[in-house]
């Protein structure tokens, strides 16, 4: 079979086909006698590989023996960007660095600077507690995405199905709360953007009462499986010397038994007043991590009702007015706008107001100068920022130690003599991000 | 940025002891453009922590004493390998000369009253001012046993970029080690494949030193032109 599209061609180190689908007899065939190895290149376009990760496995018949991750094909240079940015504005570019969980890498950004800035203490109650339940949230629709996508990935597609359903309404509530489904820049230093709209309690309340009895589906069809079983069980084994050796965090190093998790062993955010299990696994392999994931949801809904019960009113912004964003929104009938109460403040009422906002929103704040390290717990394991100061207006440096990232490492040492069709397993099973990968 | 006659100390009422980290000067981030603010003038110290001194406070001591005891075990010294200390923030800076780091290392993570299991990678910061040490190695260990963190920094100039790789020590740091070549030009010795890794192969220049430019090109918005953010007017 010719594809004019895919050509065979000839190359110094061999010849190199374009595997189109359903034509790997011939492949092999063709390559059958000529060497003794195979080189696939996976991806970076391919619907198994989380995105634009190029997964290059050297093959002997269906069993890897090297495998190799090509990343940097997401890079936007998000962390050179920031320094050009005032730390208010960097919000809005951290978030859009690991896509399926921005509030964690707003939140961690914001911690830092608030540290940086020593108003830690004073961040207002009710903005903590938004901060935790937006996060929560988060990692529930996070871990839905992990599961349709690695389900997907396994050829269960009623999985894909159901937890994209499932997560569309964890993002109903991101929208009513924030104004969008993702990249919503709402954390910011000093509390969140805005304060909860009216009925999202309610809401918040009834989605979190429908999810567990729609999870259960997704459980049902898969815990007990015998072929996602098959397909998943003693699959990517990575034991715990092996985590630590890869600096691999989150439920991938949980699944080896270890109750490691930075809401427990370093509260941020008030985590410390919330009553919440760290779920563990010993089996270390693929389908421990998805028992981990489906049930880190649980907890997950867990918090946010902790977070409903203590959600008392108040401020949801730091009282010095040096920090806090000075422009309020309101609902327009296009669904957004500004405050018309503040807009009629600072243009009619008060001239100091109107240089205040002018200040804030163009020159921003001044942080000291220092450097810190914040981490939180992300769905995918140890969200890591270090931010340095030069005293001015803007990061002097940014950079985030995405767990996908270094996750990403492990698919050597979890792939590496398995058949090819596991590494697809694997791969799914660390969860990779490649906009976290590659930021 | 750098000027000899304004180092030393600084304290400030109230602050911390800080160090001077360098000058900037202007506010706008421009000059002849006919600012008659007068801001353009603005002199502004730079002023990092100061080196801290015994007692470090917190867990810090204990990750000192530890060192100082174990390190001639690894084939180095406290007095040998650090530079300075700094305590900010409550969280613990070790400067060390970039030397030392395999030894230090390996002391960080095989010392039992260390135990830092978990290195979570090593990030670039680029100092143009800071001459003869422009560009900074920053690395963050975490302990698990104890539940403690160091962040180890390490300044070499940019001539001479040169740091030893401790991926035989914490093999995680294969990525970040490429990551911070890629982006800074530091070349960690006896890394085995030191390639880039999220800018293409054959790219020029490392991308986030302070020296390369940010790129853009200028918006036309309703008739104004927004230039590209990094010649745009700055206050810093």
Known sequence: MTDAYAPTYETTDGRVHTVMGQDWDSVLGAADGEHERVVINMGPQHPSTHGVLRLILELEGETVTEARCGIGYLHTGIEKNLEYRTWTQGVTFVTRMDYLSPFFNEAAYCLGVEKLLGITDQIPERAQIIRVMMMELNRVSSHLVA???????????TAMIFGFRERESVLDLFELVTGLRMNSAYIRPGGVAQDLPPGAEQQIRETIMALPRRMKDTADLLVDNSIWLA??????????????????TGPVLRATGLPEDLRKTAPYSGYENYEFDVKTQTSADAYGRFLIRLTEMGESLNIVEQCLDRLAPGPVMVEDKKIAWPAQLSIGSDGQGNSLDHIRHIMGESMEALIHHFKLVTEGFQVPAGQVYSAVESPRGELGVHIVSDGSTRPYRVHYRDPSFTNLQAVAAMCEGGQIADVIAAVASIDPVMGGVDR | MSDDSMSGELVHAGQPLLEVSGVSQGMFGTSGSGDTSGFGGLVTVIAVPAPSSRP???YFDVIADELSASLPDFGTTWDKAVEKVVVDQDELTIHIRPTEIVAFAKALRDEPGLRFELCLGVSGVHYPGHVGRELHAVYHFKSLTHNRRVRIEISVPDATPHIPSIMSIYPTNDWHERETYDFFGIIFDGHPHLTRILMPDDWQGHPQRKDYPLGGVPV??????????DTRRSYS
């Open chain 1, 147 to 157: 599961l349709a996508t690695g389900g997907m990935e396994l050829g269960a597609l």
């Open chain 1, 231 to 248: 397909r998943t069980s003693g699959i990517g084994k990575l034991d715990l010397a092996g985590c630590m050796a890869l600096g691999i």
């Open chain 2, 220 to 229: 036309e918005y309703k008739g104004a032109t927004i230039p590209p953010p």
């Open chain 2, 56 to 58: 470090f406070g917190s």
